[in-house]
């Protein structure tokens, strides 16, 4: 039978853990730390799918926003000139340089301050965009990560239910064999505690009643004396023997 794991076996009162050991049943293990980064997996893309569509959707506003304004700056170019056109050509207004020169310094600063405002709106689109590019990489990565830690805790918490489980197997491959050792204690925050305490509590009823045999056959022994051949004393030693090693004794 191969040793345990050093990690399963104690060394001066403590377990000692190492990373190799935490896959004690890589089927096992693997298999159900895969579900979880399934379900992760199908959570992450669910999320980033409802961030990506909601990000381009403010990114379609923003450039719907942007194109708005470069028609209202367009409209109201058009709208100056045909104003300005209209004074020029005015009887009444076109010998008055000085309504024409008014109306020419409103409309520049009119047209200024939509042009302030189609320039805000671009700049407010393009660190959208870049505000998109950017948290999208940090999503991805974010995303990513999760999925690694969801299959790290996949695995720290199997190794929590694989570790009794190794254990006990390797145990009860002892007893098939004879061994009735005492199956000490689990690790700290192992699972399957009450499952292990059944198989502990069987083991030692087993011991106990091994012990009694022994003793039983220790009296025997002492009571027949030269009342048995030396043949048959040998067999009686032996068997003896047996049940000593069987409990641990040498």
């Known amino acids: 039978m191969a040793d345990a794991p ?36 199908v959570l992450s893309g669910a999320l980033g799918g409802i961030l990506w569509t909601t990000a381009k959707q403010l990114l379609a506003q923003s450039q719907s926003n942007v194109e708005k304004g470069r028609e209202v700056v367009a409209e109201g170019r058009k709208v100056s000139q045909v104003v300005e056109m209209n004074i020029v050509k005015d009887p ?49 990565v974010a995303l990513g990560l999760f999925v690694v830690l969801v299959a790290l805790g996949g695995i720290l918490v199997t190794h929590r239910v694989a570790g009794p489980v190794y254990k006990m197997k390797r145990l009860i491959g002892e007893v098939a064999e004879g061994r009735l050792r005492e199956p000490g204690k689990l690790r700290r925050h192992d699972e399957l505690v009450e499952f292990y305490a059944a198989f502990d509590a069987m083991v030692r009823a087993l011991r106990s009643q091994r012990e009694e045999e022994l003793a039983e056959l220790e009296r025997a022994l002492a009571d027949l004396g030269d009342q048995v051949t030396p043949a048959e004393v040998a067999r009686l030693t032996a068997l003896r023997d047996r049940l000593r090693t069987s409990l641990g004794g040498g």
């Open 6 to 41: 050093a990690h399963l076996a104690p060394a001066n009162g403590r377990h000692r853990r190492q990373i190799r050991n935490y896959l004690l049943d890589r089927r096992f293990q693997l298999k159900y730390a895969g579900y979880f980064v399934a379900i992760a997996l």
């Open 92 to 140: 009444d207004y076109n010998g008055d340089p000085e309504l024409l020169q008014a109306f020419r310094e409103g409309d520049q600063k009119y047209i200024a301050k939509l042009a302030a405002q189609q320039a805000a709106l671009e700049g407010q689109a393009r660190e959208l965009e870049r505000l998109y590019a950017t948290s999208a990489r940090v999503l991805l």
